[in-house]
């Protein structure tokens, strides 16, 4: 079992940054495929990057190609996401979310742990 717990939400101008991380507890992390999903109020909950056991694999959606980059650090049982040239559309709740199966899943099925949760706020 895993807990997963977001830190670095807050309020950007668009085309700033942010760096979102993603701390994990318990055993085995780096045979955990993580994704970072995104969801806006009244709107459904998004898939936005994920990556590999490794870090080898990665995979975007196409709203944030070019401007989101995820990685991690398997040393430290985080995994980090990159936000530059930020957008008003980008305005929401992110989610760390992470499941023991191989894969670059990319949807909320795919995953059996998530964290609560960081606000992200972009501003024009």
């Known amino acids: 079992q895993v807990q997963l717990v977001e830190s670095g939400g807050g309020l950007a101008q668009a085309g700033g940054s942010l760096r979102l991380s993603c701390a994990a507890s318990?055993?085995?992390?780096?045979?955990?495929?993580v994704g970072w999903f995104r969801q806006a109020p009244g709107k459904e909950r998004q898939f936005v990057a994920t990556i590999s056991w490794s870090g080898g694999l990665t995979h975007y959606t196409d709203s944030v190609k070019g401007r989101f980059t995820i990685s991690r650090d398997n040393n430290k049982n985080t995994v980090s996401l990159q936000m530059n040239n930020l957008k008003t559309e980008d305005t929401a709740v992110y989610l760390c979310?992470?499941?023991?199966?191989?894969?670059?899943?990319?949807?909320?099925?795919?995953?059996?742990?998530w964290g609560q949760g960081t606000q992200v706020t972009v501003s024009s």
């Open positions: 979310a992470a499941d023991p199966r191989p894969g670059l899943g990319r949807y909320s099925s795919d995953y059996q742990y």
């Open positions: 318990g055993r085995s992390f780096s045979r955990y495929t």
